[in-house]
């Protein structure tokens, strides 16, 4: 197996429209942080990365002081990283559709996000790599003279739709991976 990359999350952030007032909570960007947990989580998944943490640094640091640790000793075991990981959720939007006949009705809800990832060099500031990823995620329900199923508000879809671009996107960094390998793509 080839040798795993060290990457940090330093930034994942929602900049659509969508959500930017009732998705938002006492910390920020609710849908840029489940973002950066599905990214950490596939980045894992892969196994050519290893993720260390820097997005909740505050509360590592606070656990390191229940520990005894002062400020010093927390840095100073603070692993070092070949990359930083800056990216956002760039689209995001939902659609219903539906349509009748005489006996029955049909209903489609469908959400769409686009995400895009740049790869930063933590010494130079240097962008050695960006991609992107689309996803989608559908629920269609359908019924005949009463019978069959009623779909309601899905409030999971843009969910789905962002965890689906996350995993396209990570299918064109692997694919990268194995095309160029480590060394062209980290320094």
């Known amino acids: 197996m080839a040798e795993r990359i060290t990457v940090a999350i330093a930034r994942f952030s929602n900049e659509t429209h969508y959500g930017s007032g009732l ?7 609710r849908v840029g ?5 599905s990214l950490a989580r596939q980045l894992l998944a892969t196994q050519r ?7 909740d640094m505050d509360r590592l640091q606070a656990e390191a002081e229940l520990m005894g640790e002062d400020i010093d000793q927390f840095r100073n075991q603070l692993k070092g990283v070949d990359a930083l990981i800056l990216g956002s959720v760039v689209e995001l939007g939902r ?25 930063v060099d933590p010494r130079s500031g240097e962008v050695f790599y960006a991609t992107d990823g689309s996803g989608d995620a559908t629920l269609t329900s359908k ?4 019978f069959g199923g009623q779909a309601g ?6 969910g789905k739709a962002i965890e689906a671009a996350i995993v396209n996107m990570m299918n064109n960094v692997t ?8 060394s062209s793509q980290t320094r």
């Not at 998705?23 to 960007?29: N, Q």
């Not at 990365?49 to 997005?55: A, L, N, P, S």
């Not at 508000?153 to 843009?158: K, M, P, R």
């Open 23 to 29: 998705f938002r909570d006492e910390y920020g960007d």
């Open 33 to 37: 942080k489940q973002a950066s947990d």
């Open 49 to 55: 990365f290893i993720v260390v943490e820097r997005q």
């Open 95 to 119: 659609e219903t559709t539906g349509k009748s006949w005489m006996v029955g009705a049909s209903k489609t809800q469908r959400a769409r996000a686009r995400v895009v990832l740049r790869m």
């Open 143 to 146: 019924n005949t003279l009463g």
């Open 153 to 158: 508000f899905d409030s999971t879809l843009e």
């Open 175 to 182: 694919a990268t991976l194995e095309t160029h390998g480590r």
